[in-house]
């Protein structure tokens, strides 16, 4: 079975703190993601990778970065955490030759930022 | 840009009623996939079933259907027999190909429906 893990399920940190969200996959995948899950808007895409070091701009990539040194890891930062950036964080990965596309998602870190 | 919209905010049916979630998407892509997912109180995304554009044939997976309508722009999710297990957010999401083909874009979520499935 796919597994992708998060670091924290829950995580409360001050404004103004330098915040790192973690996702480790098992399975060899290529690419990875990260999305914020508000109510009422669904998953919003924040920034995603292909490969090592490579990222992409989702549609919400202001106030975030992020990192990727090995091909299982890919960490989400908020360099200077705000209460607007308390949120569901998932992280998610996906095959590039399986040809389903299907992504797997983790179990999420709720962020409180006070 | 994509967009995907789910009209039903929630919804409420009985035990082994059928019920149907609505989706439509706005894209100039031809080449896409369309899936939904559910996310239980457990808060663990599950892939529910996929759709690529270019197949005409809905797709099924035991009690999970699909209607897919590409003129109409227009995917919606069918549960037959719902059991209290299919209790959960339902989300609607759309993928374009990249083109490189590897699937490296990420997904397009409309704001999910909340579907209760009473005893």
């Known amino acids: 079975d796919v597994k992708v893990t998060q670091s924290s399920r829950y995580l409360v940190k001050r404004t103004g703190e330098k915040v790192f969200l973690e996702c480790v996959q098992d399975?060899?995948?290529?690419?990875m993601f990260w999305y914020r899950q508000d109510p009422g808007l669904g998953l919003r895409l924040i920034y995603f990778s292909y490969d090592v070091k490579m990222k992409e701009k989702g549609d919400i990539p202001e106030g975030y970065s992020v990192s990727r040194e090995k091909k299982e890891r890919f960490s989400l930062i908020l360099e200077s955490a705000s209460t607007n950036q308390t949120s569901m964080y998932l992280c998610?990965?996906?095959?590039?030759?399986?040809?389903?596309?299907?992504?797997?998602f983790g179990p999420g870190t709720r962020l409180t930022v006070t | 840009a994509q967009t995907v919209t789910q009209s039903q905010p929630e919804m409420s049916v009985q035990e082994a009623e059928t019920v149907t979630l609505s989706c439509t998407y706005d894209?100039?892509?031809?080449?896409?996939?369309l899936f939904w997912y559910k996310q239980p109180p457990s808060r663990q995304m599950i892939l529910v079933i996929r759709q690529e554009a270019y197949k005409q044939q809905n797709a099924t997976e035991n009690r999970f259907s699909v209607n897919f309508q590409k003129a109409a722009k227009s995917f919606s999710l069918k549960i037959s027999d719902s059991q209290l297990g299919d209790t959960a957010m339902y989300f609607c999401?759309?993928?374009?190909?990249?083109?490189?083909?590897?699937?490296?874009?990420?997904?397009?979520f409309g704001k999910g429906t909340h579907l209760i499935i009473q005893p």
């Open positions: 399975m060899d995948h290529e690419n």
């Open positions: 998610a990965s996906s095959p590039t030759t399986s040809g389903s596309y299907e992504q797997y």
């Open positions: 999401a759309f993928m374009k190909l990249s083109r490189s083909g590897g699937g490296a874009d990420g997904l397009t």
């Open positions: 894209t100039s892509e031809n080449n896409y996939y």
